[in-house]
């Protein structure tokens, strides 16, 4: 049984290495050394080529290098076989560690004191508020959701999420769909996207929304984090709102377009972080565990997990 690795712009070879090292017969094989096609039942993806999986007769199954995979669905010809998404609790906290980071550096000013060391300014903000005075808000409670809302209760924020369908949370306010988005943005001070790219999410983070974020919270205004997908924001909308205080600040790891123009006004605005869309990376022996496990199960008759709903685009 024949895997091909087609990671994009990520080094296979890891993959290849990890893989071939998991004592399951497998023969792995990294585009485009493909061999004979008709042997390759699994792919393990990444932005692989352009209609490359079409090209691929006997394909089985389709495993994602991360968990989004809105780099895959926009193939063509992509072959009716499972789709299977990166889940691991690596990938988990890692993305957690880049939530509360982001949380805490709004909450804490730290753009504000960063400004004022260039300037020797020894000055504390009056009215720090603590934790438990801020409003944060998680849009998409999936596995990268629910583990950020629960790091996030613990350091004591008072935590709410909105996602598509109803959530129950100890502790966390859940909204859901249309009708829960406006009273769920309405009590949120910082919010924090954690939504995939589909064409429900698309251009969501614009004037609209932003506009709907709390004006009566303890910062001087609502700040946004976005490490779900940068299609899902509108960047003109942000610099919009950025530059009209109807956003007090930002922090962007995923962009409309990547890597992120050097044109873009985004690099040089005083109140925006940017990082390389690597709030959370896959590791890559995390993933070889995984997809070897994954393989494991289906072959053995059981079904495989996270497969993606092809419907809904997540
Ligand atoms: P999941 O599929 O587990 O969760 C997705 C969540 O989004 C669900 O709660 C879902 O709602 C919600 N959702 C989807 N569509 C809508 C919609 N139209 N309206 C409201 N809610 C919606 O994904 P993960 O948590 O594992 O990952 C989320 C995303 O994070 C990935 O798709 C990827 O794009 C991004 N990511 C970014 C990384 C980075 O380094 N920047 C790293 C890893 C992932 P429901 O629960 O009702 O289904
Ligand atoms: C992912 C990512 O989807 O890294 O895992 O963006």
């Known amino acids: 049984m024949a895997l091909l690795i087609a990671s994009g712009p990520i080094k296979p070879e890891p993959f290849a290495e990890g893989l071939s090292s998991m004592g399951n017969a497998l023969d792995v094989r990294v585009w485009p050394e493909t061999g004979d096609v008709t042997d390759i039942r699994y792919a393990l993806a990444w932005k692989p080529p352009e209609g490359m999986l079409a090209t691929l007769p006997n394909l089985e199954v389709i495993f994602s290098v991360g968990a989004g995979v809105d780099h895959l669905l926009t193939q063509s010809g992509l072959p009716d076989v499972p789709l299977v998404r990166f889940v691991d609790p690596n990938l988990t906290m890692r993305m957690s560690e880049y939530v509360c980071l982001h949380v805490l550096t709004h909450h804490r000013r730290m753009l504000d004191y960063a400004e004022n060391k260039k300037q020797k300014i020894w000055k504390e903000w009056e009215k720090q508020p603590?934790?438990?005075?801020?409003?944060?808000?998680?849009?998409?409670?999936?596995?990268?959701?629910?583990?950020?809302?629960?790091?996030l209760k613990i350091m004591g924020y008072q935590v709410a999420g909105w996602s598509r369908s109803q959530k129950q949370i100890n502790g966390v306010d859940c909204f859901a769909g249309?009708?829960?988005?406006?009273?769920?943005?309405a009590r949120t001070d910082i919010l924090v996207c954690l939504l995939p790219h589909t064409a429900g999410t698309e251009g969501m983070l614009n004037t609209e929304l932003i506009s709907g974020l709390a004006k009566d919270g303890p910062l001087p205004g609502p700040v946004l984090i976005n490490a779900g997908r940068g299609k899902v924001q509108v960047e003109a909308d942000i610099l919009d709102a950025l530059d009209s205080d109807t956003l007090w600040a930002a922090s962007l790891d995923v962009f409309e377009n990547e890597p992120l123009s050097a044109k873009s006004?985004?690099?040089?605005?005083?109140?925006?972080?940017?990082?390389?869309?690597?709030?959370?990376?896959?590791?890559?022996?995390?993933?070889?565990?995984?997809?070897?496990?994954?393989?494991?199960?289906?072959?053995?008759?059981?079904?495989?997990?996270?497969?993606?709903?092809?419907?809904?685009?997540?």
């Open 265 to 314: 006004q985004l690099w040089a605005h005083p109140r925006v972080i940017i990082t390389p869309h690597n709030a959370s990376i896959s590791d890559d022996q995390a993933v070889c565990r995984y997809v070897a496990d994954q393989i494991a199960r289906y072959e053995n008759g059981d079904a495989l997990e996270n497969v993606v709903d092809l419907k809904q685009g997540y």
């Open 178 to 185: 249309e009708k829960g988005q406006k009273p769920f943005l």
């Open 130 to 151: 603590a934790a438990n005075e801020l409003r944060v808000g998680v849009m998409g409670l999936g596995v990268l959701g629910l583990d950020a809302v629960e790091k």
